[in-house]
């Protein structure tokens, strides 16, 4: 039957599960394909990827503040203050000044600033930004608007672009290095202010490595740390003097706001989705990405699907060899697994990223209908291989079969006390001379049946026919408290059915049968008798031979019981004494009772 089991239902179960499977791998990698769920993968990679880093000491931002403006008064506030301010940070000789505030509009003090910016010892990096050209779908950004720092102002000063395009989830992951306007090219705020401060001389800037760029000329920002983490001074302390300008030797210095309600560029960013951080302070985390020369690059989308499918085939040839605790433990250690290798590749200096929710998921749910399919397929085959074994043998035997797996199959036995019950159909040799071979095995069928079915009503196991005859165990394998008395109400149903029976036969054939029964309760070997290759779950031993010795010795439509079954029914049948039975195989003789019936209250009771 194991073999069965494993040459039909094993393999089959075993191709379904790897189909399906291999449905659900291809699946998952037509969404990661179309990145179906990118707000749900953006989440993921955030979470994984992204990490606070020690913090430069060569960044530090001017921050006019909500205490800037308690002190200085209502924004905007007069632009010879920013030129005063660019003054004395520059008279501490930083790497480089910038000013991420825009000077659009033509202001009556912009003399006296571009008189303060000309006496600057380098030019510092203004902001300005584009307006998008919406049509262009590939390359580059367009803008066909540039805004930039009035006329005057300009001629002082170097301007760079800080437009930011958040992903559809509204998180900012990355940088536009540059952008178009017309027939130039700005490139971005931060990189700016990087040559400037980086170069090593003036002819050598373009020899900085900048972050490696998509089709867009945008690149993954590695963010270093989280909102109003990079050291930061009160715009108003440089203006007074609290500040000494020798704090900004050697610094890259940042000007921009950070007051609640004044500034409008703040974002959510990939570090830190649920506190949003200021865009001088996003341009500041580039600088130090820069400085340090980090950088990501997504994995080209055919590996990313190649990947996916690899990983895939690999739980499937896997789980579909594990057992279910084995299998969520592999899934676990696998899913585990790559993440870290991952992580790992993340964490290189010019890191690669993976989209990491559509191979987990693959796994997870590769894991899942495998375990479904085969839960499924031996369910169906349990179902099916008891119902075909269940026609030869007792359908508890073929479940604690399929449930016991090797265990129920080994040979051996232990003791138990049991009832055994022996059935015969008594005057079948003369019938069966007389009658078709067809009507033989009909009559026959139709007591053997009715044998099973008295034998299953009261919890007995039938342990097997012996040609016209039948044996039946009670407390084994399946344990019953007063298995006597349900072996004497299994023989007297098979009398009472047995009389239906004989009436029906009389009519049809005008011949008749009956049954003779003994019923004998003892101790007996039970459990897999016979050869490693054929086994019969059988008891033997003098309780067995005994209640055969009886059933033998029983006259037509006569039950049988031995004293042992009689002392413990004794309360509860009406049963005639017959005395002492000789019986062949024992010395001593068997005190032998004749069952007439069940004692109710009413008198006796047949079933």
Known sequence: MKGFIKSRGF?????????????????FAVFLYFDVFEDINYFIDDLVYQRDRELSTDVVIVAIDDESLDVLGRWPWHRSYHGMLLEIIDSGDPKAIGVDLLFMEESDADAEFAESLSKLSKKPIFAGYGVFDESAAQGMISSFIFNMPTELLGKHVNTAHINTIPDSDGILRKTVLKIKNGDKIVESFASAIFREAYRKNAEESSDLQLLPADAFEMAYIRYAGRAGTFEQVPY???????????YFRDKVVLVGVTAIGLADDYYFTAIDRTYPMYGIEVHANIIQQMREQL?????????????????????????????????????????????????????????????????????????????????????????RVTNVFGKYMEP??????????????????????????????????????????????????????????????????????????????????????????SAVQTALHMQSGAEKLSKNLMEKYGRTVSFGVGINTGDAIVGNIGASHRLDYTAIGDAVNTAARLESNAKPGQILISESTYRLVENRVVAAPLGALSVKGKQQSVNVYEVKGLLGKQGVNNI
Not at 239 to 245: F, H, I, N, Q, S
Not at 401 to 425: C, P, Q, Y
Request: hydrophobic share 50%; net charge negative.
């Open 295 to 383: 950088s990501w690059v997504r994995m080209p989308i055919y590996l990313e699907i190649a990947v996916l499918l690899l990983i895939s085939a690999f739980a499937i040839v896997l789980f579909s060899r594990l057992r279910l605790l084995y299998g969520a433990a592999a899934t676990f250690a696998l899913m585990a697994a790559f993440v870290w290798c991952a992580v790992s590749l993340s964490r290189l200096k010019a890191g690669y990223i993976f989209s990491l929710l559509y191979p987990l998921s693959s796994v997870f749910f590769v894991f899942v209908v495998i375990n479904v399919v085969k839960y499924v397929q031996e369910s169906l085959e349990r179902r």
């Open 11 to 27: 393999i089959r179960g075993r191709y379904a599960a790897v189909v399906l499977s291999s449905f659900v791998a291809l699946l």
């Open 396 to 485: 508890r035997l073929v479940d604690r079969l399929l449930r016991g797996g090797e265990d129920a199959l080994g040979l051996g036995g232990t003791k138990k006390n049991i009832s055994v019950l022996f059935v015969d159909i008594r005057g079948f040799t003369t019938m069966s001379e007389k009658l078709e071979p067809e009507q033989v095995v009909g009559i026959l069928n139709e007591y053997l049946d009715l044998c099973a079915e008295a034998i299953f009503k009261y919890d007995g196991t039938l342990d097997k026919y012996i040609g016209d005859a039948a044996m039946g165990l009670f407390g084994a394998p399946l344990e019953i408290e007063d298995h006597a008395y």
């Open 236 to 246: 108003y302390m440089v203006l007074t003097g609290e500040v000494d300008p020798e």
